[in-house]
């Protein structure tokens, strides 16, 4: 490495709140073959809809780049998303990159399933992926396809999550986002299925991130009505945090049934703990899920910025940092223009 790509600190990184740098959420592409009607609603993403080009993506390189940078400023844990990950191809390239850096202690990534076969999970966990973490909306075909809304049956998601069982990740878990009027009657089914299975269910209070999925508070069920809901039939207790900054509380069944988890950003947000940032198919660090702008990695990587440089802005970027969009949210605040899930990932 030249003199002038030499890190200018180890030192974590931290905002101007206190916060430090721990996570970072990748996105690697903005298509999906699923068009879930809280994310990527066929209205507006439907057949005329353009998609990025190949050239206007971050190369696996320039991931890596930027990874190797974060991770010199506290990031230990990457989790790669989408749209849906699994349709970049070669992504195993990416994670072996990613695994072979300093400081990189997890790669996760979160993928709806569908095109998670044995033979790509196995191909997968050799190349360095440590967790995954499926999407399932609901159990029964009726429900399911109503919310991926292109037709794809539950079986099919739930032979990814055996394929992601068998393949030896150190985690499986299973996320259902709850839309009052479209699943909420999926609640007890998902936890009767899952109860006993070896599978983390969590289950996602739906988020106004975005402003494609018309979101209302009115849609929201809360994390204390589902567990409210679940307890009546299956007993639970909540369980410490695995860390400080978990975003999912937990909870076990009393009788051994397993794990469950809820995440209530809408009705107790965790602001005050977030460490994550979240980097862009096209190369845009966002500081927050609920953003409307981002900072534009990308063409500097492609004018030739050295490492050090990189790490100088984005380290003044974080430093600068305030947000707490769920703990002030507000009428005016859902309507303002937020990036859209499907270019963040989550």
Known sequence: M???????SYLP???????????????VTDRCNFRCVYCMPKEVFGRGYKFLQKTELLTFEEIEKIVRVFSRMGVKKIRLTGGEPLVRSELERLIEKISNIDGIADISLT?????????????????GLDRVNISLDAIDDETFMAVNDVGIPVQKVLDGITAASEAGFKSVKVNMVVKRGLNEHSVLP???YFHGSGQILRFIEFMDVGNTNRWHD???????????LINAEMPVETVSPNYRGEVAQRWQYQDGGGEIGVISSVSQPFC????????????????????????????????????????????????????RYSETRTVESVLKPKVEMSYIGG
């Not at 990184?13 to 996105?27: I, K, M, N, Q, W």
């Open 190 to 192: 998902m936890a009767r």
């Open 13 to 27: 990184a931290t905002d101007a709140l206190g916060r430090d740098l721990h996570d970072l959420r990748v996105s």
């Open 2 to 8: 030249a003199s002038s790509d030499k890190p200018t």
């Open 218 to 228: 009115n849609a929201v069920m809360t994390g204390a009505e589902i567990i409210s």
């Open 111 to 127: 993928t709806n399933a569908a095109l998670l076969s044995p033979k790509r999970a196995a191909s997968l966990r050799s190349a």
């Open 272 to 323: 005050g703990d977030c460490s994550r940032a979240r980097l862009s198919a096209v190369g845009k660090i966002y500081t927050c899920l609920f953003a409307s702008d981002g900072f534009d990695l990308l063409s500097l990587l492609r004018e030739g910025i050295s490492e050090a440089e990189l790490e100088t802005r984005v380290r003044k970027l974080w430093s600068r940092r305030r947000d």
